[in-house]
Antibody
Framework: QVQLVQSGAEVKKPGASVKVSCKAS????????MHWVRQAPGQGLEWMGR????????NYAQKFQGRVTMTRDTSISTAYMELSRLRSDDTAVYYC??????????????WGQGTLVTVSS | SYELTQPPSVSVSPGQTARITCSGD??????AYWYQQKPGQAPVLVIY???ERPSGIPERFSGSSSGTTVTLTISGVQAEDEADYYC?????????????FGGGTKLTVL
């Protein structure tokens, strides 16, 4: 069965960077785009961008351009999201979410369990 | 880019029908998707391509589309349906497609 298992909670200081991992299993990792979505406490869902695990190609939401980097390691079926220059309003749960389609469909059929990133001095 | 607008809250009694709307100018040209999110859990896809239901989702969940508004309908609401619901679509107006979410609707089962 498809599973996305994310790394554990992180506490970071303002200005630091955080790297969250998402290990995929149960399907061909390179066959489906991976997206990252975040959710601030008590707030809604916010799309951050996506990576093509086959080519490594990325597209980021304009809001995060210059601060986010999405990468992957196909040898271990793992996607990564790194966010730099953290601010307090980056405190959120970060989710990886698998795109539904073999051809990118821009909706999500499997989600990771979420990783809480807390930014605090 | 454009926005997706949802009512903040909807309340229904058990057994009644809940309707959650989502409005956006691009919805006549883009499919809508719906996710259910319970506290402390990741979202779950309940409707895709406006009205299709993934396997494992109860038949009481249905979706429809009319012009700039899509609607998630939950017939015979059960207590377990109490959750936040988010609509989602794609925005193709930029250099590459991006993903939009509505602000979410909290469904309360009275």
């Amino acid at each position: 069965q498809v599973q996305l298992v994310q790394s554990g909670a992180e506490v970071k200081k303002p200005g630091a960077s955080v790297k969250v991992s998402c290990k995929a299993s149960g399907y061909t990792f390179t066959g489906y785009y991976m997206h990252w979505v975040r959710q601030a406490p008590g707030q809604g869902l916010e799309w951050m961008g996506r990576i093509n695990p086959n080519s490594g190609g990325t597209n980021y939401a304009q809001k995060f351009q210059g601060r986010v980097t999405m990468t992957r390691d196909t040898s271990i079926s793992t996607a990564y999201m790194e966010l730099s220059r953290l601010r307090s309003d980056d405190t959120a749960v970060y989710y990886c979410a698998r795109d539904h389609g073999v051809v990118v469909a821009y909706y999500f059929d499997y989600w990771g369990q979420g990783t809480l990133v807390t930014v605090s001095s | 880019s454009y926005e997706l607008t949802q009512p903040p809250s909807v309340s229904v009694s058990p057994g009644q029908t809940a309707r959650i709307t989502c409005s956006g100018d691009a919805l006549p040209k883009q499919y809508a998707y719906w996710y259910q999110q319970k506290p402390g859990q990741a979202p779950v896809l309940v409707i895709y391509k406006d009205s299709e239901r993934p396997s494992g989702i109860p038949e009481r969940f249905s979706g429809s589309s009319s012009g700039t508004t899509v609607t998630l309908t939950i017939s015979g609401v059960q207590a377990e349906d109490e959750a936040d619901y988010y609509c989602q679509s794609a925005d193709s107006s930029g250099t590459y497609p991006s993903v939009l979410f509505g602000g979410g609707t909290k469904l309360t089962v009275l």
